[in-house]
């Protein structure tokens, strides 16, 4: 592996493990057992290793979301695959990456806005058309408008201010989130598969 990347993995694990700001071009150095001497020569500064990481990053999560969706058999089981991935994945973020990304890093921070609004958007205009087509979502669904709500479920999930992280886990607010989201816009079929797949008995009266 190429030193420039295993900065970048090095760093990604500080960052993960203790949030952003919080750790030095010091640390990412003392992690590697490397020079600042060196560390400069590949990255003049935290900013640029930041913006990289959130690169490899975002890569790293376009394939996994597009593995949780195209393994599914159909659209509900896409959400709930995601819901598994993210699980895994939000366990290992520290819980002030995104509110540091925002006012310390915008740079990096409009990298992951873009994704977020092209990539993600689209991932959830895509599953919202599989549902319907498949009879699971409701077919008067307002696709642009849901879609959008959805997004902006998504960043409010990583506000610190609603969901204080010693109250709330990503984790739990990310699943409560999706699931709220999908028996909204399902029929009766797709509720049930959502029960299916919440291990839920639901008695009709």
Not at 56 to 82: K, P, W, Y
Not at 144 to 153: F, G, I, S
Not at 162 to 183: G, W
Request: hydrophobic share 45%; charged share 25%; with cysteine.
């Amino acid at each position: 592996m190429e030193i420039k990347d295993r900065i970048l993995l090095e760093a990604a694990a500080l960052f993960m493990r203790n949030g952003i700001k919080s750790v030095s071009m010091d640390d990412i150095a003392a992690h590697l057992a490397m020079s600042k001497k060196t560390l400069y020569k590949w990255y003049e500064n935290k900013d640029q290793i930041v913006l990289g990481v959130m690169g490899l990053h975002l890569n790293r999560e376009e394939i996994d979301c597009e593995q949780a969706f195209s393994t599914a058999g159909n659209a509900v089981e896409g959400m709930f695959n995601l819901i598994h991935w993210h699980k895994d994945m939000l366990a290992k973020i520290h819980p002030s990456i995104f509110h540091d990304l925002q006012k310390y890093y915008p740079q990096a921070w409009q990298l992951f806005d873009e994704h977020k609004n092209t990539f993600i958007l689209q991932k959830i205009l895509d599953n919202l058309r599989q549902g319907m087509a498949e009879g699971f979502y409701r077919p008067d669904i307002d696709v642009d408008v849901l879609a959008r709500l959805h997004l902006a479920e998504i960043e409010l999930m990583f506000n610190n201010t609603v969901f204080p992280p010693r109250q709330f886990a990503l984790q739990r607010v990310n699943a409560v989130m999706i699931e709220h989201f999908l028996m909204g816009i399902s029929t009766l079929r797709g509720h049930r598969l959502i029960n299916k797949y919440r291990n839920v008995t639901e008695v009709e009266e």
